[in-house]
């Protein structure tokens, strides 16, 4: 489009829970930056966020960050969940076959959560897991949707054009609320 400049601000949400979905474990959200200017000037501290925030120049999940994610994150809360519902000490993690899944994960697992167990689904099987995708896409929000179309098409049309939708929101709180939907509030 002559004169647009696309915006570079970008980020990548890695989601979990359990099959039936009464266990969301806190987010691992990869920004570019590791203090955003938005976060300052809106004194918000990434600690309190129900999120697990890590930096990348391209926001890609790195394998250092996956594995510390599984030890910090989903480890605890997987077991304070099995505790908590007094099921048996044992869990699976699936997991495909990206990038940042490094194929000897059970190995770094601390010694704590070794009732993990992993396993990898086979090459290309996104038809398999697009239900599954779908499910975790229906609590984000239409306010979510609508305020990231407005930044991908600013032009879309005057305020209103949209009927039901809501005005568009500051990534800082998009993050906020997506944390509230997906995060327990601690681990």
């Not at 987010?27 to 955003?36: A, D, G």
């Not at 120049?57 to 519902?85: C, I």
């Not at 990206?98 to 038809?127: M, Q």
């Not at 697009?130 to 930044?151: C, E, Y």
Request: aromatic content about 10%; proline content about 10%; charged content about 20%.
């Amino acid at each position: 489009m002559p004169g647009h400049k696309p915006m570079k601000d970008r980020l990548t949400l890695a989601l979990c829970a359990n099959a039936s979905g009464d266990c969301k474990i806190k987010p691992l959200l990869v920004y570019h930056s590791e203090n955003p200017t938005a976060f300052k000037s809106h004194k918000i501290l990434k600690e309190k966020l129900q999120v697990m925030w890590r930096a990348n120049p391209k926001a890609w999940v790195t394998s250092q960050f996956f594995v510390q994610w599984v030890n910090l994150v989903f480890g605890p809360s997987v077991k304070k969940y099995l505790q908590e519902n007094n099921l048996p000490m044992q869990a699976l993690l699936v997991l495909d076959n990206a990038p940042a899944h490094p194929p000897n994960l059970e190995d770094d697992i601390l010694e704590e959560f070794k009732f993990i167990k992993v396993l990898y689904l086979p090459p290309n099987t996104t038809p398999i897991l697009q239900p599954m995708d779908q499910q975790a896409w229906l609590s984000v929000t239409t306010r979510t949707l609508t305020s990231a179309w407005k930044k991908l098409w600013p032009e879309s049309g005057a305020e209103g054009t949209f009927e039901g939708f809501e005005p568009e929101v500051p990534v800082e709180e998009e993050i906020v609320s997506l944390g509230k939907i997906h995060g327990p509030g601690d681990g």
